[in-house]
């Protein structure tokens, strides 16, 4: 192997290395666990990231996941970079929930029309993600819909606010009637 081929596999295993990718919500950047350890055992000060990071989404409603990659410099200095928020905290937004299915697959844990779930696709096709790879619309379409299958969300063609608000509501009842059972089996078991 030449010394040029040696030194292109360096940087490219430091590149790999130096990138650290996670979800972080905004304005709630601490310097305690989970991302402490991982910022400390690159050498990035954390009390300066969380600055930088609570200040860059000072803007932004407090607790949105936002997806970032921090590249690390050899001199301990860092880029970042702030993408738009998560797939599923759009989807449970349009939905009106706050958790997904307990049960994907046999439960519905809510409802978004098709709509929805376009107007989602034009603010994530603009991720870096999506760009790099030259992804169709209909691809980042697909994947919402596959998104939303996974934490239990119905894609409708159609959805009024009454049809929704009935849904929320027959949901919260068959959520409170399952914890009661939950709670009355666990009675029993004692």
């Given at each position: 192997m030449s010394?040029?081929?040696?030194?292109?596999?360096?940087?490219?295993?430091?590149?790999?290395?130096?990138?650290?990718?996670?979800?972080?919500?905004?304005g709630q950047a601490v310097p305690g666990p989970p991302l402490g350890p991982v910022l400390g055992q690159k050498g990035i000060p954390i009390s300066v990231f969380c600055k930088d990071f609570?200040?860059?989404?000072?803007?932004?409603?407090?607790?949105?996941?936002?997806?970032?990659e921090i590249h690390v410099k050899p001199d301990r200095?860092?880029?970042?970079?702030?993408?738009?928020?998560?797939?599923?905290?759009?989807?449970?937004?349009a939905a009106g929930i706050e958790k997904g299915a307990a049960k994907t697959g046999h439960e519905t844990a809510g409802l978004v029309s098709?709509?929805?779930?376009?107007?989602?696709?034009?603010?994530?096709?603009?991720?870096?993600?999506?760009?790099?790879?030259?992804?169709?619309?209909?691809?980042?379409?697909?994947?919402?819909?596959?998104?939303?299958?996974?934490?239990?969300?119905?894609?409708?063609?159609?959805?009024?606010?009454?049809?929704?608000?009935a849904f929320l509501i027959q949901r919260e009842e068959k959520l409170k009637a399952d914890k009661a059972a939950a709670e009355a089996e666990a009675a029993l078991k004692k």
């Open positions: 010394k040029i081929s040696r030194a292109a596999k360096a940087v490219k295993t430091l590149d790999m290395n130096n990138v650290i990718r996670t979800i972080v919500r905004s609570n200040e860059k989404t000072k803007e932004m409603k407090e607790g949105i996941p936002l997806p970032i200095t860092f880029d970042l970079q702030i993408g738009k928020p998560t797939v599923s905290y759009f989807l449970k937004q098709v709509r929805a779930v376009y107007e989602i696709a034009q603010v994530k096709i603009q991720d870096e993600c999506f760009q790099k790879r030259n992804t169709s619309l209909e691809s980042v379409v697909k994947t919402i819909i596959g998104s939303a299958r996974s934490i239990g969300i119905k894609i409708v063609h159609e959805l009024s606010a009454e049809e929704c608000e």
